[in-house]
């Protein structure tokens, strides 16, 4: 098999996300049905799904014919949602939130439209656009500002990726240590998880700066051959999954120094990240943490006040089989990694 095949097959295996209610209802039987938990987990089907499924809807036809009452693991998590919550006589007095995977698509939707009406959400402070109220002097942290870089190259394909926390940087750092020797990276025996805990390509193929890379390579600004990418993330998604790293993982290791001291406060964390945020923009205090690199915003990062023009966007999918594989595979191909391997 092509060796890019694997590592597009890695990079899905690594990224995927129950898609849908099937797909979920699978991935919570997968698991159970494999781990050994009581007398006969699984209705004691082992991993044959027709077993399964066919001694489950026995119970099913039990407990709604003979009013035979059960309720086992496999009871709660396959008998029907709309056997729950009184839903029979309280049907229309509900609302019905929708799940997803990516909690800032319908969940967020959905429960918004619910605060909103209930009148849970504070009153804004000022009627203005953000448009107007950011035109005042020194409102809003500038859009436009140099704060990190970090590039990674891969010269015998001609690709660089810019990568920010948070949006699959460590992925990314181990496919472009990967192009950028792919036989050592693979004598070691390593996996992209293992870039984790320590880069192989350290220093290696690492750039801090567009300009270092196009000197070093000798890379004119007009039709170069060269690719440089960056993979852009839904800010709201990517905070909360910042958040949940820095401020809801640390704390469990008890790593209260983290998050700006603030434990589970969102409010303080907010509050004060923003006042760096303001005092990095304004007073030239350069001091920087964990949370600035995981929370400041991506169009700070890899140059792109200057660069824009030269980069190409690879949205990030929770999903990557969605949105991001399509245009990373495109952009392999346009740069021939699939011809070398
Ligand atoms: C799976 O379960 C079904 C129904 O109990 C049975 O007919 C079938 O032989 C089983 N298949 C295997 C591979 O054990
Ligand atoms: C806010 O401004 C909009 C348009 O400028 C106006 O229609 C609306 O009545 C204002 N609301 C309040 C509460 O002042
Ligand atoms: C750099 O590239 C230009 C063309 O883009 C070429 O004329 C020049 O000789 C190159 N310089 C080096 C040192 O390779
Ligand atoms: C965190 O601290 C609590 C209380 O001091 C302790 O019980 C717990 O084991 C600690 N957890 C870790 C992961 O160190
Ligand atoms: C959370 O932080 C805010 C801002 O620092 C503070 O006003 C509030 O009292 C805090 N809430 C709690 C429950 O500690």
């Avoid at 099913?60 to 009871?75: H, P, R, S």
């Avoid at 942290?141 to 190259?153: G, S």
């Avoid at 190409?312 to 391997?341: A, G, K, N, W």
Wanted: charge should be positive; hydrophobic fraction near 35%.
């Amino acid at each position: 098999m092509h060796k890019v095949l694997l590592l597009l097959l890695f990079i899905l295996l690594h990224f995927r996300a129950p898609k849908n209610e099937i797909d979920a209802e699978f991935s919570s039987h997968c698991p159970y049905c494999r781990v050994a938990e009581g007398p006969s987990p699984c209705n004691g089907c082992d991993k044959n799904m027709t077993c399964f499924i066919l001694s489950e809807y026995e119970r099913f036809k039990k407990q709604a014919v003979k009013g035979v009452l059960t309720n086992t693991f496999e009871d709660r998590h396959f008998y029907p949602q709309n056997w729950r919550c009184d839903i029979k006589k309280m049907r229309k007095k509900y609302e019905f939130i929708r799940y997803s995977s990516d909690p800032t698509k319908q969940l967020m939707e959905d429960l918004f439209t619910i605060a909103r009406r209930q009148g849970k959400l504070p009153k804004r402070a000022k009627n203005i656009s953000a448009q107007t109220l950011c035109a005042q002097k020194l409102a809003c942290a500038p859009q436009f500002r140099k704060y990190e870089t970090m590039l990674r190259v891969s010269p015998k394909y001609k690709i660089v990726n810019c990568v920010v926390q948070k949006s699959m940087s460590t992925m990314m750092t181990g496919a472009m240590c990967y192009l950028y020797d792919e036989k050592e990276y693979e004598n070691t025996g390593r996996s992209f998880d293992d870039e984790f805990n320590g880069r192989l390509c350290k220093s290696q193929n690492e750039f801090s700066s567009v300009n270092d890379v196009r000197n070093k390579y000798n890379i004119s600004l007009r039709q170069s051959g060269w690719s440089f990418s960056m993979v852009v993330r839904h800010p709201i998604d990517r905070f909360v999954s910042g958040y949940v790293d820095r401020c809801v993982r640390l704390l469990v290791m008890n790593a209260t120094a983290q998050c700006n001291g603030c434990r589970l406060n969102m409010t303080c964390f907010i509050e004060n990240e923003y006042k760096r945020l303001m005092q990095i923009s304004y007073k030239r205090k350069t001091r920087r943490t964990m949370e600035d690199a995981h929370f400041f915003p991506q169009v700070w990062h890899c140059d792109l006040p200057d660069e824009r023009e030269f980069f190409e966007f690879l949205p990030y999918s929770t999903d990557s089989e969605e949105e991001f594989m399509p245009h990373f595979e495109d952009l392999l191909q346009r740069q021939d990694v699939c011809t070398y391997i």
